[in-house]
């Protein structure tokens, strides 16, 4: 198995061992998830890419502690998230898990400040404290200034900018981006992606979920999917090598 | 997540969408505000039979009794009876009632003839505009006088007639002695709706030579029980058969309305609390839209880590206000309506204390009830297909 960091005592801050995920589609098994090990240390910018259907999403989703898998074990920071009851998860999803999605995922009727709170308030940090660290988060991708606009009012641009404020308020160990840049045009995509980039460099974990191989090849190692199986796990130089 | 948040969270969504809000808190304004109001009437309507029956005298003891041809209650030692125990009855009369045709010239009507004796107008607080009223003498005599009410004056003798002046109960005729203040407007089978002669006379124009119905005014109210027991023994030395006597006071006959009376408040609070059950259901029914309506908004929640206790929250609270903010509406509304109609019926009608903090306490209750339902819908949703939903 591959790994950017490859000191092997050291602990991995994901550790996916043969994760199945099985769905019962009517009579026919289908099998999302077909036996994935992964480890992903801290500090690593990866790429889970693959096509629709791949089984990419049900691994985001394992990995985002949204789910659990069927049969294996995934230890998320040292904590067995593979068994957990749904409220666990949702602490887990809290303190641990940054979120970036494509759709931005922004409530419509709050304001940006009042976004960016919002994972602060279900960790139960106090309400001066809770501003305090949202106003800092919404000055790291520089829109401090829109944190009274709601939504609507700000570009797609803006906005994708707000739910990375949110995902990096609680300073969580992992930052999982499911497709960031699929509602974006090409230039405030590369704004984005860029910005990831100067996160992963300040010290960040970042999971980058896409099925575009050009956005995957912006982070440091590349892991590709298909048919529920990783195909490839390695750094994106061999990857690039491997598609050409 | 504090309930602070969550109750502005629900402030939030409900003036987001206020139309909304209204209509579904409109069912609970209704249902409070009826309950309130039918229960406040009812209430008015007991106060003014309570205080009616009160100035009917609450120290009144009335005794009927089915003399036989051995054993006979006597009017003579009824009166001696009474003043035996002067301490405790204050007065009696006999109360011989009959109809009979009344007729003045060529207008006639059946009329009720009370025959009564001399102390009956001071045990009921009777007051003459003219004339006096029925004395021992006229009773000793078996005069054929009588004492008339208002209501009779206007019906046949249409308007005006004086003292000494005639008519003629059942073909005999009778000398008007005395005259009533009017009491309660002159209408008919009302306190003006009355002819007295003394009962000596009645006795005999009815052909029977007993008296089966007698009325006492006990000293004090506190005495009527006593009073009571006093008669129970008296009545069953002469008549040895508790069955042939019945003894009722008026503070029984009043227990007895302020029952019934209760009773109806209560089936009509019931009636009106079925509202109440309608708006709950209503409530129900928009919180479960809302739930669908907001199905990625919860993802979103969850997906941040909100709990299930979290989204809970967030949906009985939103419910409970709603329905909290319409009870209050209801009961503002409830109370000036209550009023209004109150005066406008001459009751002194209040919403009582206990329907407001019923119709509150329910209308909260309601909201929270109602609310756990689609609330608990909400707080299962899996994060996943909540957030893949639009």
């Given amino acids: 198995m591959y790994a950017l960091n490859m000191e092997e005592e050291k602990e991995p801050l994901i550790n996916l061992i043969d994760i199945y995920k099985v769905y019962q589609m009517g009579n026919t098994e289908?099998?999302?998830?077909?036996?994935?090990?992964?480890?992903?240390?801290?500090?690593?910018?990866?790429?889970?890419?693959?096509?629709?259907?791949?089984?990419?999403?049900?691994?985001?989703?394992?990995?985002?502690?949204?789910?659990?898998?069927?049969?294996?074990?995934?230890?998320?920071?040292?904590?067995?998230?593979?068994?957990?009851?749904?409220?666990?998860?949702?602490?887990?999803?809290?303190?641990?898990i940054g979120f970036i999605f494509q759709q931005y995922n922004l409530l419509a009727r709050q304001n940006m400040l009042e976004n960016v709170e919002l994972p602060l308030l279900y960790a139960g940090i106090n309400k001066k404290e809770r501003k305090q660290m949202a106003l800092d988060a919404l000055e790291r991708v520089g829109i401090q200034d829109k944190w009274n606009n709601i939504p609507n009012q700000l570009?797609?641009?803006?906005?994708?900018?707000?739910?990375?404020?949110?995902?990096?308020?609680?300073?969580?160990?992992?930052?999982?981006?499911?497709?960031?840049?699929?509602?974006?045009?090409?230039?405030?995509?590369?704004?984005?992606?860029?910005?990831?980039?100067?996160?992963?460099?300040e010290g960040n974990t970042i999971v980058l979920i896409t099925h575009d191989n050009a956005i995957a090849e912006e982070a440091k190692r590349v892991v590709k999917i298909h048919d529920g199986k990783i195909i490839f796990d390695g750094p994106v130089e061999e990857y690039k090598r491997s598609r050409t | 997540m504090s309930i602070i948040q969550a109750f502005k969270l629900a402030g939030k969504s409900i003036i987001s969408s206020k139309m909304r809000s209204f209509l579904t808190m409109l069912g609970m304004i209704i249902g409070v505000f009826s309950v309130i109001?039918?229960?406040?009437?009812?209430?008015?309507?007991?106060?003014?039979?309570v205080s009616t029956f009160s100035d009917m005298g609450t120290n009144m003891i009335t005794v009927?009794?089915?003399?036989?041809?051995?054993?006979?209650?006597?009017?003579?030692?009824?009166?001696?009876?009474?003043?035996?125990?002067?301490?405790?009855?204050?007065?009696?009369?006999?109360?011989?009632?009959?109809?009979?045709?009344?007729?003045?010239?060529?207008?006639?009507?059946?009329?009720?003839?009370?025959?009564?004796?001399?102390?009956?107008?001071?045990?009921?607080?009777?007051?003459?505009?003219?004339g006096r009223f029925?004395?021992?003498?006229?009773?000793?005599?078996?005069?054929?006088?009588?004492?008339?009410?208002?209501?009779?004056?206007?019906?046949?003798?249409e308007g005006?007639?004086?003292?000494?002046?005639?008519?003629?109960?059942?073909?005999?005729?009778?000398?008007?002695?005395?005259?009533?203040?009017?009491?309660?407007?002159?209408?008919?089978?009302?306190?003006?709706?009355?002819?007295?002669?003394?009962?000596?006379?009645?006795?005999?124009?009815?052909?029977?030579s007993n008296i089966s119905s007698y009325a006492f005014a006990a000293a004090d109210a506190d005495y009527v029980d006593y009073g009571k027991e006093l008669l129970d023994d008296f009545l069953y030395t002469t008549l040895k058969n508790e069955d042939l006597y019945t003894i009722s006071t008026m503070a029984e006959l009043l227990e007895t309305v302020t029952e019934m009376t209760d009773m109806l408040s209560?089936?009509?609070?019931?009636?009106?609390?079925?509202?109440?059950?309608?708006?709950?259901?209503?409530?129900?029914?928009?919180?479960?839209?809302?739930?669908?309506?907001?199905?990625?908004?919860?993802?979103?929640?969850?997906?941040?880590?909100?709990?299930?206790?979290?989204?809970?929250?967030?949906?009985?609270?939103?419910?409970?206000?709603?329905?909290?903010?319409?009870?209050?509406?209801?009961?503002?509304?409830?109370?000036?309506?209550?009023?209004?109609l109150g005066n406008a019926f001459g009751l002194d009608a209040t919403p009582t204390v206990g329907s407001i903090i019923l119709a509150f306490g329910v209308s909260a209750g309601i909201g929270i009830g109602f609310g756990y339902m689609p609330a608990n819908k909400a707080a299962k949703l899996n994060p996943i297909d909540a957030l893949r939903s639009e």
């Fill in chain 1, 30 to 96: 289908v099998r999302a998830n077909d036996g994935i090990n992964l480890k992903i240390y801290n500090g690593e910018f990866v790429a889970i890419v693959g096509k629709s259907g791949s089984g990419k999403s049900t691994i985001m989703n394992i990995i985002g502690a949204l789910d659990v898998p069927t049969e294996g074990q995934y230890i998320l920071k040292g904590q067995d998230v593979s068994t957990m009851k749904d409220d666990e998860l949702a602490a887990v999803r809290n303190k641990t």
């Fill in chain 1, 155 to 201: 570009s797609g641009g803006q906005q994708q900018r707000g739910s990375i404020a949110r995902a990096l308020a609680g300073n969580p160990s992992l930052i999982l981006a499911d497709e960031p840049t699929g509602a974006l045009d090409s230039r405030t995509s590369r704004e984005v992606l860029d910005f990831l980039k100067v996160l992963n460099s």
């Fill in chain 2, 37 to 49: 109001t039918l229960v406040g009437l009812m209430n008015g309507v007991t106060n003014y039979v």
């Fill in chain 2, 64 to 130: 009927s009794v089915t003399n036989t041809d051995t054993r006979v209650v006597d009017v003579d030692e009824v009166y001696e009876f009474v003043k035996e125990n002067s301490s405790v009855f204050e007065a009696v009369t006999p109360q011989v009632t009959s109809n009979y045709t009344v007729k003045n010239g060529t207008t006639s009507e059946s009329e009720t003839v009370t025959g009564v004796g001399e102390d009956y107008m001071s045990i009921n607080s009777l007051a003459l505009a003219s």
């Fill in chain 2, 134 to 157: 029925i004395q021992y003498a006229d009773i000793k005599n078996r005069y054929k006088g009588c004492v008339i009410g208002s209501f009779i004056v206007d019906e046949i003798f």
């Fill in chain 2, 160 to 208: 005006t007639v004086s003292v000494g002046e005639t008519l003629k109960i059942n073909g005999t005729v009778y000398t008007i002695i005395g005259i009533l203040e009017e009491q309660a407007d002159s209408e008919e089978n009302s306190e003006d709706d009355c002819i007295y002669i003394p009962y000596s006379t009645a006795v005999r124009m009815s052909y029977s």
């Fill in chain 2, 266 to 340: 209560v089936i009509l609070g019931g009636i009106a609390s079925i509202s109440l059950l309608v708006a709950g259901i209503g409530i129900m029914n928009i919180m479960l839209v809302s739930v669908v309506e907001r199905t990625k908004e919860i993802g979103i929640r969850k997906s941040l880590g909100a709990k299930k206790r979290d989204i809970m929250w967030q949906f009985v609270i939103e419910a409970a206000s709603i329905s909290t903010i319409g009870g209050i509406l209801g009961i503002l509304l409830g109370w000036g309506t209550t009023r209004l």
